[in-house]
């Protein structure tokens, strides 16, 4: 194995991939077999890792040389592409499989297709404004919340859509901020990314209307459920929310202003870390008064 891997693949940059099924399981309020919960999340955890990797190996043919800022890059650390290749086919595989024991083949599929064209060419949806956000929304957000509720039988209803509306358009403006950090790099390697597309002026106006946005959707969610535990995520946009403001006051300064959109993409992390750590406890906690009942 190629040790400098380790130095390339960082965990806590796919964490909030969870959330997703913590909020399906509170949503719900069914709490399904053990096995199987285990098995869906780690189909979809190892569909997020094929994902990233068929990205770092894609990037490093063009955007890497772009960015000497992006120190998670395979080339930075020597990793060989060939390895990387390798272990996409690997993780791709046993994601389909896992999800394929559930009855959720055709997620797997969707899922995987989505997210490997985001990157891959000649399609590569990540160089084509607006499906790149969408390609990355679905694979992250609405197919494991939407899994869940199949999994357990639970219907859609108008709260789910409300839920998803929320959570997703607080998802796209988290993509955004990590689009913007990468703007330069993108551009030069003549990659039209939405955030391109709109430039970075432009580009933190969007972070801040959907931030805005779906703040305003995540407080009419908690009136209507009662659940107050999406508050971490209502905090977490309003962050975003908080940052495109400051943003717009510098904008003129170029430096700046990317400055604040690298430094926006690392606090996102980090603030979307401790969101989902929180809700993780919330789960665990309703989860074992659950069990003892």
Same mark, same amino acid.
């Given at each position: 194995?190629?040790?400098? !891997?380790?130095? =390339?693949? &960082? ?22 077999? !053990?096995?199987?919960?285990? /098995?869906? =999340?780690?189909?979809?955890?190892? +569909?997020? /890792?094929?994902?990233?990797? /068929?990205?770092? %190996? ?11 800022? &992006? ?9 060989? &592409?060939?390895? @990387? ?10 994601? @389909?499989?896992? $999800? ?8 797997? $599929? ?14 590569? $949806? ?9 390609? =990355? ?8 919340? +939407? ?9 859609? *209803? ?39 597309? +709109? ?13 805005? @946005? ?6 009419? *969610? ?6 107050? !535990?999406?508050? %971490? =995520? ?7 929310? *908080? ?5 717009? @006051?510098? %904008? ?8 604040? +959109? ?13 969101? *989902? ?15 003892? $009942?």
């Amino acid at each position: 194995m190629n040790l400098n !891997w380790l130095k =390339v693949f &960082r965990l806590k940059e796919i964490l909030p991939g969870a959330a997703p099924f913590f909020l399906a399981v509170l949503d719900t309020n069914v709490w399904p077999n !053990w096995g199987q919960f285990l /098995i869906l =999340v780690g189909g979809f955890y190892l +569909l997020f /890792i094929s994902s990233f990797l /068929i990205n770092e %190996y894609v990037d490093s043919f063009d955007t890497d040389k772009f960015n000497a800022e &992006r120190g998670k890059a395979i080339t930075k650390h020597a990793v060989s &592409r060939k390895f @990387t290749l390798a272990a996409f086919f690997t993780a791709s595989f046993f994601s @389909t499989l896992l $999800l394929f024991l559930l009855g959720q083949l055709w997620v797997a $599929l969707i899922g995987l297709t989505l997210l490997t064209l985001y990157s891959a060419k000649p399609v590569r $949806l990540k160089a084509r404004p607006f499906l790149d956000l969408a390609a =990355v929304t679905i694979g992250f957000v609405l197919l494991p919340y +939407l899994s869940y509720h199949l999994l357990v039988g639970q219907n859609i *209803t108008g709260i789910t859509a409300l839920t998803l509306a929320f959570f997703s358009l607080g998802f796209v403006a988290i993509d955004l901020v990590a689009e913007g950090a990468d703007f330069w790099a993108d551009k030069r390697a003549s990659l039209k990314t939405t955030a391109v597309l +709109l430039g970075e002026y432009k580009n933190l106006l969007a972070i801040q209307f959907l931030s805005l @946005t779906s703040a305003f959707l995540g407080i009419l *969610t908690i009136i209507l459920t009662g659940h107050w !535990w999406y508050f %971490y =995520v209502v905090a977490a946009v309003f962050f975003l929310f *908080t940052a495109a403001q400051f943003g717009l @006051t510098i %904008y003129k300064d170029k430096d700046r202003l990317h400055e604040l +959109l690298r430094t926006g993409e690392r606090f996102g992390v980090f603030i979307s870390d401790i969101g *989902t750590g929180i809700l993780f406890l919330i789960w665990l906690v309703t989860a074992t008064k659950n069990w003892l $009942l």
